[in-house]
């Protein structure tokens, strides 16, 4: 049963909600399985791969002239000949189910039991649902039950495949089996747990789940807005059309190969790649011209991040806390960040699109 309003937080792990640098850590040694998620100081001897890009908690803070916030103009809703209703995204929800229910509710996409109230409007989620939270499956739950209710009512409420949806999946389905990740030998399970893995999470996980995620498209289309979980040009690797990404990514998990599902979640965790000034405009542009629309629409990477305002790892108090007014666009008007850094005290996102700037 999904959390409803009114009931208290189920009982979490500490994670990374005290303005941290978020810890995506992707090369991790199989003989090391902390009983902390939060991850230590890697050795200076660490070597990544060409191309990775690492996110530890040393992931230096970015200036804010290091990235624009651009203006666009305002685009009218777009009318929908098969009578659908407008088009909703939220970002990464990392197992705050409160925070999900609260933001939803106050669009007007659910009422104050947490049902359906949206009619025909289309919601789609851009993947994180576990992991750092209290109740990742909680919110996996909300959202294949507001998926039928949904579509009983004539929308549709949809999710693509985020990094941590393929980080659970290998933790259950490889555990402690060594990967090749590129830089040493890692394994899923020691990876999960210092990315904010919950045990709660882990207990509760059935097949339905499992099923529901190892399904979840990488990439979609929607009135000319390109929906993506990562902000990275890694998704090229896996084919020139939507329909051959989501093909490739389904059939990596079907065969069930660590070191592929490995790899998957590497090039899954990768980010950053739109936020330079010059060279950023014309990643977002290799992705448009492969896959079609007009302006990518992604989570992954917190906005604290993105715009500099972000408390250092002792910091406490308000005047600490991400300022966060809502997405972020930047890459020329390119692009729109949908992470607003719920798992730092930020906020979680829900955005009608077009937007209204």
């Given at each position: 049963m999904t959390q409803g309003a009114g009931q208290g937080p189920a009982a979490r792990t500490e994670t990374l909600r005290d303005f941290r640098v978020p810890a995506y850590v992707h090369d991790v040694p199989a003989n090391v399985v902390p009983s902390d998620p939060a991850p230590g100081p890697e050795p200076d001897a660490e070597v990544y791969p060409d191309g990775y890009t690492p996110t530890e908690r040393d992931l230096p803070v970015i200036n804010r002239g290091d990235t624009v916030q651009v203006e666009i103009a305002q685009q009218p809703a777009p009318q929908q000949a098969d009578g659908l209703g407008p088009l909703y995204v939220v970002g990464d929800v990392h197992g705050y189910l409160d925070e999900l229910l609260a933001a939803l509710r106050e669009k007007g996409l659910i009422d104050t039991e947490g049902n359906w109230a949206a009619?025909?409007?289309?919601?789609?989620?851009?993947?994180?649902?576990?992991?750092?939270?209290?109740?990742?499956?909680?919110?996996?739950?909300?959202?294949?039950?507001?998926?039928?209710?949904?579509?009983?009512?004539?929308?549709?409420c949809k999710a693509l495949m985020g990094n941590h949806e393929l980080l659970l999946l290998g933790a259950k389905r490889f555990g402690d089996t060594p990967v090749n990740s590129g830089a040493g030998t890692a394994t899923f399970q020691a990876a999960w747990l210092l990315n904010g893995g919950q045990k709660s999470d882990m207990d509760r996980l059935q097949d339905v789940h499992l099923q529901w995620m190892s399904r979840l498209d990488a990439i979609e289309i929607e009135d000319d807005h390109l929906l993506m979980h990562s902000d990275t040009t890694a998704y090229l690797d896996y084919g020139d059309s939507i329909e051959a990404v989501n093909d490739t990514v389904r059939e990596t998990l079907t065969r069930n190969d660590a070191d592929e599902c490995w790899d998957l979640f590497r090039k899954f965790t990768k980010r950053f790649a739109f936020r330079d000034e010059e060279s950023g405009p014309g990643s977002v542009r290799e992705l448009l011209d492969a896959y079609g629309g007009s302006r990518v629409v992604h989570g992954h990477s917190p906005i604290p991040y993105l715009l500099g305002e972000v408390?250092?790892?002792?910091?406490?108090?308000?005047?600490?806390?991400?300022?966060?007014?809502?997405?972020?666009?930047?890459?020329?008007?390119?692009?729109?960040?949908?992470?607003?850094?719920?798992?730092?005290?930020?906020?979680?996102?829900?955005?009608?699109?077009?937007?209204?700037?």
């Amino acid at each position: 049963m999904t959390q409803g309003a009114g009931q208290g937080p189920a009982a979490r792990t500490e994670t990374l909600r005290d303005f941290r640098v978020p810890a995506y850590v992707h090369d991790v040694p199989a003989n090391v399985v902390p009983s902390d998620p939060a991850p230590g100081p890697e050795p200076d001897a660490e070597v990544y791969p060409d191309g990775y890009t690492p996110t530890e908690r040393d992931l230096p803070v970015i200036n804010r002239g290091d990235t624009v916030q651009v203006e666009i103009a305002q685009q009218p809703a777009p009318q929908q000949a098969d009578g659908l209703g407008p088009l909703y995204v939220v970002g990464d929800v990392h197992g705050y189910l409160d925070e999900l229910l609260a933001a939803l509710r106050e669009k007007g996409l659910i009422d104050t039991e947490g049902n359906w109230a949206a009619g025909t409007a289309r919601l789609w989620f851009l993947g994180d649902f576990t992991d750092r939270g209290p109740d990742g499956i909680g919110v996996i739950d909300l959202v294949m039950r507001l998926s039928a209710e949904a579509a009983a009512a004539g929308g549709y409420c949809k999710a693509l495949m985020g990094n941590h949806e393929l980080l659970l999946l290998g933790a259950k389905r490889f555990g402690d089996t060594p990967v090749n990740s590129g830089a040493g030998t890692a394994t899923f399970q020691a990876a999960w747990l210092l990315n904010g893995g919950q045990k709660s999470d882990m207990d509760r996980l059935q097949d339905v789940h499992l099923q529901w995620m190892s399904r979840l498209d990488a990439i979609e289309i929607e009135d000319d807005h390109l929906l993506m979980h990562s902000d990275t040009t890694a998704y090229l690797d896996y084919g020139d059309s939507i329909e051959a990404v989501n093909d490739t990514v389904r059939e990596t998990l079907t065969r069930n190969d660590a070191d592929e599902c490995w790899d998957l979640f590497r090039k899954f965790t990768k980010r950053f790649a739109f936020r330079d000034e010059e060279s950023g405009p014309g990643s977002v542009r290799e992705l448009l011209d492969a896959y079609g629309g007009s302006r990518v629409v992604h989570g992954h990477s917190p906005i604290p991040y993105l715009l500099g305002e972000v408390g250092g790892e002792d910091a406490d108090g308000e005047e600490s806390r991400p300022v966060v007014e809502g997405p972020h666009v930047y890459a020329g008007g390119l692009a729109i960040a949908m992470d607003g850094g719920v798992t730092m005290a930020g906020k979680l996102l829900v955005q009608q699109l077009p937007m209204d700037i």
